[in-house]
């Protein structure tokens, strides 16, 4: 396994639409592997392979107890709504009040290429719909009111005005100085 650098709001590859994995194969479970090792390092809750470059349909996710990866998922039923803080690793230090359905029905592949449905609420429905919205080019942002987004953006510009790459590399969880 190893760690991927993270693609940061900027880099093309977050707006594009992620093409369909079809048969999940070795290279494919090398991805997989690699996107819980960086999501773990970066400490999220989430990660969507287009925040580290590839733009495929594959996520993974760790909320609420519960880590699965998901392949080529699609959300079957969403119902409720619900409004809570959301951050993303490819924007760190931004932050914002989404609002999405509180209960989703997902449907999705596993790293074996097995089909399944998982039902969540709460934080992991909020997951795995930020997650998808990654594949489809969609950023938390978008779901903000204009204001807010503009706001976040100007401040996002001018403490990221002198970067010279997109990328940001992951530090291993254990050499990590706080
Ligand atoms: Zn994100």
């Not at 590839?54 to 392949?71: K, L, N």
């Not at 924007?91 to 039902?119: K, M, S």
């Amino acid at each position: 396994m190893s760690l991927r650098s993270l693609h940061l709001l900027g880099s093309p590859v977050l707006r594009q639409r992620s093409a369909e994995v079809g048969e999940v194969d070795d290279e494919v479970r090398r991805l997989v592997d690699d996107m819980f090792e960086t999501m773990d390092a970066a400490r999220g809750v989430g990660l969507a392979a287009n925040q580290i470059g590839i733009a495929r349909r594959v996520a993974v996710v760790d909320a609420d107890g519960d880590r699965f990866a998901m392949i080529d998922p699609v959300i079957l039923e969403a119902e409720g709504s619900a409004t809570a803080e959301e951050g993303c690793l490819s924007i760190p230090e931004t932050y914002g009040d989404v609002t999405r359905p509180e209960r989703v029905l997902l449907e999705a592949f596993d790293r074996d290429g097995t089909r399944y449905r998982r039902e969540a609420t709460g934080l992991k429905a909020r997951a795995i719909q930020h997650e998808i919205d990654h594949l489809d080019g969609i950023l938390f942002l978008d779901h903000l009111s204009l204001m807010r987004r503009q706001m976040l953006l100007a401040k996002w510009r001018r403490e990221h005005k002198d970067d010279t790459s997109y990328l940001r590399e992951v530090q291993p969880a254990g050499e990590r100085v706080e």
